[in-house]
């Protein structure tokens, strides 16, 4: 298939890991943002092919990682209630929270459903006038459009009973986050190609050019990684820190205009909490003032209070790239795809079960029998 098959030649493939080899001299430290890139990344081994020195960070680029526990226990007390019916997508509905999670609902007979599309939950709402009808709106600026057209949508339309429980957040400030955090290691960037299509990538240069790292917005193939990782390694040999397009036959600086204006239309930028990180400053979505009859929260009045994480899981420290899943005593024993106790093993894109599929295991303690 165009874009498949010809992304996962293996000649090309071990083209590129010679000329890295041949262009590293040294150690380098970089950071995937996307959670996809991060499974291409350890299903085929590339990690772990790449020259001695070079380093992959996995980043906080799962959405569904990232969403904080206070929301996923605000999903839960919206989805308990009788006259609800609450709509997701299939990977949040495993998510654990404090109180539980939102396929427990479903089996204490909650209407909780899995939708392919917001516009599927709005068509939901309409066809079943006496129900609140909930969408979780959970993503980076990848979902955003979607979500922000369904709110639309709705609004045009009259569907009064839609209401969206928004959890949006953004890439940009995570990422300078991640270079604020003391004992940083980061120094260079695979910028998340699929968010990129929507915003671009002009808003990533200050951040190059502020912290002296290259940014290279990359595909989620594997030649597409091993060329952006190429990429970064040339900036960084050469002292270079500019921003980058290696998935050129879907992203253009300028992104998707139409679908920057829907976001600009229906959410305003504010305060976000991410799961195992905090709050970082300007880095979510909510919605805005004339789209407050929309909003789950506000029309649920919903509290978070209570919601306190558990110290077994070690996921904040897995999405800051302090550690990896291996490091977690928990990692592949009490925490699987069947029994997670955190979101990186739940979703598609979290590290942990990225992991987990690869069969990566943890090593035994030195002296253990």
Same mark, same amino acid.
């Given at each position: 298939m165009k874009y498949l098959d010809e992304y996962r030649d293996p000649v090309l493939a071990r083209r590129l890991l010679a000329e890295l080899r041949a262009t590293a001299t040294r150690p380098w430290a970089i950071m995937e943002v996307c959670g996809g890139q991060t499974h291409t990344l350890v299903r085929q081994g590339i990690d772990e092919l790449l020259p001695a020195g070079i380093r992959m960070i996995h980043g906080p680029g799962c959405p569904v990682c990232v969403t904080p526990l206070e929301m996923i226990d605000r999903a839960v007390e919206i989805a308990a209630r009788p006259e609800v019916v609450f709509t997701s997508y299939g990977d949040m509905l495993r998510v654990p929270g404090s109180r539980g999670d939102l396929l427990g609902v479903k089996a204490r007979g909650g209407d909780v459903r899995v939708v392919y599309s917001p516009l599927d939950a709005v068509a939901v709402a309409r066809d079943n006038p006496d129900r609140?009808?909930?969408?979780?709106?959970?993503?980076?600026?990848?979902?955003?459009?979607?979500? !922000?057209? =369904? @709110?639309?949508?709705?609004?045009? %339309?009259?569907?009064?009973?839609?209401?969206?429980? *928004?959890?949006? #957040?953004?890439?940009?400030?995570?990422?300078?986050?991640?270079?604020?955090?003391?004992?940083?290691?980061?120094?260079?960037?695979?910028?998340?190609?699929?968010?990129?299509?929507?915003?671009?990538?002009?808003?990533?240069?200050?951040?190059?050019?502020?912290?002296?790292?290259?940014?290279?917005?990359?595909?989620?193939?594997?030649?597409?990684?091993?060329?952006?990782?190429?990429?970064?390694?040339?900036?960084?040999?050469?002292?270079?820190?500019?921003?980058?397009?290696?998935? !050129?036959? =879907? @992203?253009?600086?300028?992104?998707? %205009?139409?679908?920057?204006?829907?976001?600009?239309? *229906?959410?305003? #930028?504010?305060?976000?909490?991410?799961?195992?990180?905090?709050?970082?400053p300007a880095s979510g979505l909510c919605l805005a003032p004339?789209?407050?009859?929309?909003?789950?929260?506000?029309?649920?009045?919903?509290?978070?209070?209570?919601?306190?994480?558990?110290?077994?899981?070690?996921a904040g420290a897995i999405l800051r790239g302090t550690a990896e899943p291996t490091d977690c005593p928990a990692y592949g024993a009490r925490c699987t795809p069947r029994t997670p106790l955190g979101a990186p093993m739940v979703s598609a894109e979290g590290t942990c079960a990225a992991y987990y599929t690869a069969g990566r295991r943890r090593l035994p303690l030195e002296g253990a029998r």
């Open positions: 609140e009808v909930v969408f979780f709106a959970v993503g980076f600026e990848t979902t955003a459009p979607a979500n !922000a057209m =369904a @709110v639309l949508h709705a609004a045009r %339309t009259g569907v009064g009973n839609f209401s969206v429980l *928004v959890s949006h #957040v953004l890439v940009p400030p995570a990422m300078t986050a991640v270079l604020d955090a003391p004992g940083n290691r980061v120094q260079g960037f695979l910028a998340a190609g699929h968010v990129c299509a929507v915003m671009g990538w002009a808003e990533y240069e200050p951040i190059a050019a502020r912290y002296r790292v290259p940014i290279v917005v990359t595909g989620f193939e594997p030649l597409d990684l091993l060329e952006g990782i190429l990429m970064t390694v040339r900036q960084l040999e050469s002292g270079r820190a500019a921003v980058e397009n290696q998935y !050129a036959r =879907a @992203v253009r600086r300028s992104g998707n %205009t139409a679908a920057r204006e829907a976001i600009r239309r *229906v959410f305003r #930028v504010g305060d976000r909490n991410w799961r195992g990180i905090g709050t970082i004339e789209f407050a009859a929309h909003d789950a929260q506000r029309r649920f009045g919903t509290s978070a209070d209570g919601s306190v994480e558990t110290t077994e899981c070690i």
